[in-house]
């Protein structure tokens, strides 16, 4: 088992920033990779970056790339997600989430693990 904990949300003003950081517990050496979600009301789950832990290779959402940055601190099992250039489309609870595979990086079936999730809201 794997356990994933988020923080790091909170209210900030669009054009601002924000770093959510996942710490993981437990078997965390089976994590093939490390991703965060996001999901607003009424909406599904979206996917918004990928990092694999090994090699460190990165893959972003088009909505994110360019703002967004997903890193990772294996030392401390611990990823981070960035976000600058904040918008109010960017409000939605992120959810981290550890996967053992390279199956469906960008679906939420892709993982095995997930957070509780953080809420971030961005005001206009």
């Known amino acids: 088992q794997v356990q994933l904990v988020e923080s790091g949300g909170g209210l900030v003003q669009a054009g601002g920033s924000l770093r959510l950081s996942c710490a993981a517990s437990?078997?965390?050496?089976?994590?093939?990779?490390m991703g965060w979600f996001r999901q607003a009301p009424g909406k599904e789950r979206e996917f918004v970056a990928r990092?694999?832990?090994?090699?460190?290779?990165?893959y972003y959402a088009d909505s994110v790339k360019g703002r967004f940055t997903i890193s990772v601190d294996n030392t401390k099992s611990t990823v981070y997600l960035q976000m600058n250039s904040l918008k109010p489309e960017d409000t939605a609870v992120y959810l981290c989430?550890?996967?053992?595979?390279?199956?469906?990086?960008?679906?939420?079936?892709?993982?095995?693990?997930w957070g509780q999730g953080t809420q971030v809201t961005v005001a206009s």
């Open positions: 989430a550890a996967s053992q595979s390279t199956s469906w990086p960008t679906r939420p079936s892709g993982y095995e693990y």
């Open positions: 437990g078997r965390t050496f089976s994590m093939y990779a």
């Open positions: 990092i694999t832990r090994s090699t460190g290779t990165t």
